[in-house]
């Protein structure tokens, strides 16, 4: 695999950047003002020029599965929910929730906000945290 190449944001430096950081990283466009938090040199919607910024850390899910047989990297976490989070001034990303074992907790529209943890990945949180498990660290 080639090494991301350094530029006025390089991908190596996002990527670190999601791993320590307590924040959603993403770019703002500076011509159109599109948020999103994919990687990228460009605005996917007008070409404009991206810079990096702090996304929202809350927002709403817009879809989501329930996973019960996880990955070695999740085995102690599983049942979890894996979800698509649209966050507030926009900006789409990927995550999990803990202790979610029904549907029924991650309809789209639920009201969720980030949870940076130890834990690997972008870890969200239910704002209404009823009726998943309680967190046992
Ligand atoms: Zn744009």
Redesign the pocket.
């Known amino acids: 695999m080639a090494t991301p190449t350094a530029g006025p944001h390089s991908i190596a430096e996002f990527v670190a950047g999601y791993e320590s950081a307590r924040t959603i990283r993403g770019f703002r ?6 948020r999103t938090a994919t990687w990228g040199l ?7 020029p ?1 810079e990096e910024v702090d996304l929202a850390q809350q927002g709403r899910i817009v879809a989501g599965t329930v996973v019960a047989v996880a990955s070695d990297e999740f085995v102690n976490e599983a049942p979890y929910a894996y979800v698509v989070v649209e966050l507030d001034g926009g900006g789409r990303i990927s995550g999990w929730i803990r202790g979610v074992g029904t549907e029924e907790l991650i309809r789209p529209g639920t009201a969720v906000r980030f949870a940076p943890s130890y834990r690997p990945g972008l870890q969200f949180e239910r704002a209404d945290p009823g009726g998943t498990r309680p967190d046992p660290a």
């Open positions: 466009c500076g011509r159109c003002a599109r460009a605005c996917s919607q007008c070409g404009g991206l």
